[in-house]
């Protein structure tokens, strides 16, 4: 069965305080490793897809690394507006676009 | 260009009676999907629909509930005889292409009394 591990559940960072978000999976035929910022009350918001091992993909403070059992989100120099829920989710092998996502990794970024 | 709209973003039912949520994809998006938050959980999968077809409805309960999505209008994900443990937010999404990213809506958050 498809599966997605998010951790740590919560993340406390001082603004400008770097660090990894990790997302460990398990999937029978990986069809691309998506992380969204959820911010509470709103939809998930698209940030990065990954097909393939060793693949990385940066945009401001974030950037998404994959392996082949996991991705890690990095968030260097946080701000305190990067305070939301992140989630990951694969694409599985049921080629339907049906994404399985994790619990969200939420992250509060003090001033 | 709009995003995905949903609609009510806030719904309150009785125990027993029906809620009908209703999803516009963005435009161009013939691909739809519903998910469901449940308090303190993850998103899970409900429903996978193209226009007038059904194509992965695995994770939806077996009872209760439907969806569709009609030739004209928006996508409906309904509930019939509604019971305190539907309380939770639903999530429309829509892509073009039916793979890759997920464009979603704000969601309708339903609560049962």
């Known amino acids: 069965e498809d599966q997605v591990t998010q951790s740590p559940e919560a993340l406390r960072l001082q603004e400008g305080e770097s660090s990894s978000l990790n997302c460990s999976y398990t999937v029978s035929g990986l069809r691309g490793l998506f992380w969204y910022r959820q911010d509470p009350g709103k939809g998930p918001e698209f940030l990065f897809t990954l097909y393939s091992a060793g693949e990385e993909k940066e945009k401001e403070r974030l950037k998404a690394t994959l392996t082949k059992k996991e991705s890690f989100l990095h968030i260097t120099a946080p701000k305190p507006e990067d305070s939301a829920t992140y989630l990951c989710?694969?694409?599985?092998?049921?080629?339907?676009?049906?994404?399985?996502f994790g619990q969200g990794t939420t992250l509060q970024v003090k001033p | 260009n709009a995003g995905v709209m949903q609609n009510p973003r806030h719904l309150v039912r009785r125990r027993g009676q029906e809620a009908r949520l209703r999803c516009s994809p963005m435009?161009?998006?013939?691909?739809v999907y519903w998910y469901r938050q449940l308090p303190e959980e993850g998103l899970k999968f409900m429903v996978y629909?193209?226009?007038?077809?059904?194509?992965?409805e695995s994770g939806m309960p077996k009872e209760r509930f439907s969806a569709e999505f009609p030739k004209e209008g928006p996508s409906i994900l309904r509930i019939q005889q509604v019971v305190r443990g539907d309380s939770a937010a639903y999530f429309c999404?829509?892509?073009?292409?039916?793979?890759?990213?997920?464009?979603f809506g704000e969601g309708s958050r339903l609560t049962v009394l």
């Open positions: 999404a829509s892509s073009p292409s039916g793979t890759g990213e997920l464009f």
């Open positions: 629909l193209q226009k007038e077809n059904i194509i992965d």
């Open positions: 435009k161009g998006h013939s691909h």
């Open positions: 989710a694969v694409g599985g092998s049921s080629n339907t676009g049906k994404l399985i």
